[in-house]
């Protein structure tokens, strides 16, 4: 399908004036880093610089705060902290948000996560019918949140019961968007299994020119107060659960100390300081989360293998981060990493087993791990890059989404006819 440009793109819904477009997610945090996160600041910055449209995000907050800048209007909606995970908040006061959709009336709304936001633009549209809806399906979240978790808790039968669950709400509600996109064509394939149509595959992006092998600081090891001989591992997330930031750690441990390696550990989360007081004495530096783009850059760049054991990436934002810098990546055979880690760009080993991944890591340090490193940064500019992530969104995504309003706009408007025509013939 030939990409669509801006023109294009406003003059679907029959008029020329810019669009506004909204962003709607409780996957947000000043503090925590995250794909989505990135996603939002970087959506932000091509609209206003590559485009005449303007944006309203709708993202949790420490309080109801409203902030206009010229064609971007960034609202948040107070909210509690998530339990175990303070960073983030947890939008429940849903008529706040439908206040705001209704007060600014966006074209297109983008929901960029699975619980309660989406029906709250559900409920908006089915206030305001024109208004489009796209889905940003960007966690399979019934397997990565719900199974993976009730697993150990409640045992195999419960927990694959619950997914199934899962699955039908995630059937049941993004049905409902005139526009649904994953993050690979796995996932993309999973909800097409489950009965969710309109479906599309969109690969994010990174910044090749920050994020690059020449940010490297000979100096940085040391500032961390980290002396040896061998490898600099580095690890950047949400030290929690679902990260299995833990086994990155136990991972560590079981590499020998003649090795000589180090492990730099930024992020923050539920697990940051068990998992702190549980390495003293060991070669590892948690340096918190680093809201700092040039900073992180630095550090990436500064390291020598990147490692993950998160079993359920569904694209791997900090991966492409690494590989960019220049990193080979050592993860697991399991979600996104089988993609983002291709034969010749690092070893990927069973979920869960550290000693496998240790064994990787000596592997890559035994390789010309630097000539690794060069193949994943070509690899990555060769197909991730955020212009190519919005011209997809833009010029093929949203008119996909925008064809379809015009279709169930037209479809209802049939409907009404008949429903008007058959009263009448009756009376």
């Known amino acids: 399908m030939k990409l669509l440009d801006s023109a294009d793109l406003m003059a679907l819904p029959g008029g020329n004036a810019p669009l506004l477009l909204c962003d709607l997610t409780q996957s947000y945090s000043p503090a925590g880093g995250g794909g989505i996160s990135t996603y939002l600041r970087e959506k932000r910055d091509y609209i206003l610089n590559h485009t005449p449209h303007h944006l309203l995000q709708i993202v949790p907050g420490p309080e109801d705060k409203v902030v206009v800048n010229g064609r971007h209007i960034w609202a948040e909606v107070g909210a509690d902290p998530v339990r175990g995970s303070p960073n983030y908040r947890f939008i429940l006061r849903t008529k706040i948000v439908r206040a705001l959709l209704a007060e600014y009336h966006p074209n297109v709304i983008e929901s960029l996560c699975p619980w309660i936001l989406p029906w709250t633009a559900i409920n908006h549209r089915r206030a305001f019918p024109d208004t489009t809806l796209v889905a940003g399906y960007s966690t399979d979240f019934p397997n990565a949140h719900v199974h993976r978790v009730m697993l150990p808790k409640v045992g195999a039968t419960l927990a694959a019961g619950l997914r199934w669950l899962s699955y039908g709400y995630a059937e049941i509600t993004y049905r409902e968007f005139d526009w649904v996109y994953t993050l690979s064509d796995d996932i993309r394939q999973v909800l097409a299994k489950h009965n969710v149509p309109r479906g599309s595959v969109l690969q994010l992006g990174v910044d090749t020119t920050m994020f690059h092998p020449s940010k490297r600081d000979s100096g940085y090891r040391a500032s961390l107060g980290l002396e040896s001989h061998g490898p600099l591992l580095i690890y950047a997330g949400r030290i929690d659960n679902e990260k ?13 100390d003649s090795f000589g390696a180090s492990l730099v550990m930024i992020g923050d989360g539920k697990l940051h300081d068990r998992l702190v007081a549980e390495s003293q004495g060991l070669r590892i530096a948690f340096t918190g989360f680093e809201p700092d783009r040039e900073r992180l850059a630095r550090a990436l760049a500064s390291s020598d293998i990147y490692v993950s054991a998160m079993a359920d990436e569904t694209f791997g934002i900090s991966i492409v981060e690494a590989q960019a810098a220049g990193l080979p990546v050592v993860g697991v055979a399991s979600g996104a990493m ?17 000693q496998q991944m240790a064994v990787n890591v000596m592997a890559i340090w035994g390789q010309d791990h630097r000539a690794i490193g060069d193949a994943a940064r070509a690899h990555v500019l060769d197909r991730f890059s955020w212009n190519r992530t919005f011209d997809i969104l833009f010029g093929d995504i949203y008119p996909r989404a925008m064809a379809h309003t015009a279709e169930r706009l037209a479809g209802k408007r049939v409907f009404d006819n008949r429903v008007m025509l058959g009263a009448a013939t009756a009376s």
Do not use: N, S, W
Request: glycine share 10%.
């Open 244 to 256: 299995r930031a833990d086994r990155v750690v136990d991972m560590f441990r079981r590499l020998p």
């Open 338 to 354: 089988i993609d983002r880690i291709p034969y010749g760009l690092g070893l990927l080993g069973p979920v869960d087993d550290t």
